[in-house]
């Protein structure tokens, strides 16, 4: 992990990590329940005998269900370890689901990282989704490459992205509902996108006038293609976990997307193409739609 000398610079970052988690704890707060359990960079246990009417979440924790959750039981950058009862389903985004003992999971066990464990005599009801071979990595190979700015910036973009979420829910949802269709057109439309920048700012540059307008450019286009990905983060969290659709589900699935787009950047060459793919197709959607101005609420 990187040791940062200047005290400033680690004050800065600490305000900014706080006010982040708080945003993420808030938008969890606002689209689930009173029964659910959240916890930031700590541990959920629920214990023998206890019963909880909504999710058990734990961003930068494990989560250990040894009595009853009504909702779904989710880690991210830990564990999900199941000995009681999980009415929804059990997902670890770089962790592994364990099912031991009397455990019974209705929904899905989905492992991203670290793949499901299940004992015999344990119930999975739902699919069970192993990833850790096919992403290839666990979590003890990639934690020498999460150093504070990483976690700072998975924390930061989450946050951010929470906030359009907030302001402008109906067209992150329409966009939603469209990030894998029209990949063809949409891929095309991002690339000319991406091509037609830079020449955009050159022709701006001739004069004086146009000298002024280019910071603004960029800035509109660096946050169009970040609103971009919002709902194409969201489109794969709900592929990973499709099993979870409560009232956070969105939120949950807007973090799974964040951790595997970022995931992806580790990964040479292949992740880093992918990952590009995203981007571009991406930002060919928020164009083609118009933010998802265009289409009509499907979800």
């Known amino acids: 992990m990187i040791l ?6 680690v004050a800065v970052m600490l305000i900014v990590l706080l006010t982040a988690a708080s ?3 808030t938008g969890f707060a606002l689209g689930g329940g009173n029964g659910d359990k959240i916890t930031f ?4 246990h629920i214990r023998q005998g206890e019963n909880i009417n909504g999710s058990a979440v734990a961003i930068f924790g494990s989560v250990t269900v040894d009595g009853g959750v009504a909702g779904d039981a989710v880690a991210i950058f830990g564990d999900v370890n199941i000995k009681g009862a999980v009415n929804g389903s059990a997902v670890a985004v770089l962790g592994t689901v364990r ?20 004992e015999k005599g344990t119930v999975v009801r739902g699919e069970v989704a192993d ?10 190979s990639l934690l020498p490459l999460v150093t504070l ?14 906030l359009v979420l907030l302001i402008i829910p109906e067209r992150i949802n329409n966009m939603v509902s469209q990030s894998f269709e029209n990949l063809g057109r949409r891929f095309g439309i991002g690339t000319l996108s991406y091509i037609l920048c830079p020449i ?38 709900r592929r990973i976990a499709s099993g979870i659709q409560n ?35 991406a930002l060919g959607m928020a164009v083609d739609t118009r933010l998802g101005g265009s289409l009509k609420n499907n979800i």
Do not use: C, E
Request: positive net charge.
């Open 99 to 118: 099912a031991k003992g009397n455990a019974i999971i209705n929904g899905d066990a989905v492992g991203v990282g670290g793949g499901v464990f299940q």
């Open 41 to 44: 960079f700590g541990n959920v």
């Open 131 to 140: 990833a850790n071979i096919s992403l290839g990595f666990n979590r003890q």
């Open 247 to 281: 009232r956070n589900s969105i939120y949950i699935h807007l973090l799974i997307g964040v951790v595997i787009v970022y995931l992806l950047k580790l990964i040479p060459v292949i992740g880093w193409l992918v990952y590009a793919f995203l981007s571009i197709v």
């Open 4 to 9: 940062y000398k200047n005290k400033s610079v």
């Open 200 to 237: 955009i700012v050159v022709a701006l540059a001739i004069t004086i006038v146009g000298i002024l307008v280019i910071p603004f450019f960029v800035i509109v286009f660096s946050i169009v293609a970040f609103i971009s990905m919002i709902p194409m983060k969201i489109a794969i969290g």
């Open 23 to 25: 945003l993420i704890v």
């Open 149 to 162: 700015a990483s976690i700072f910036w998975v924390i930061m973009t989450y946050g951010l992205s929470w």
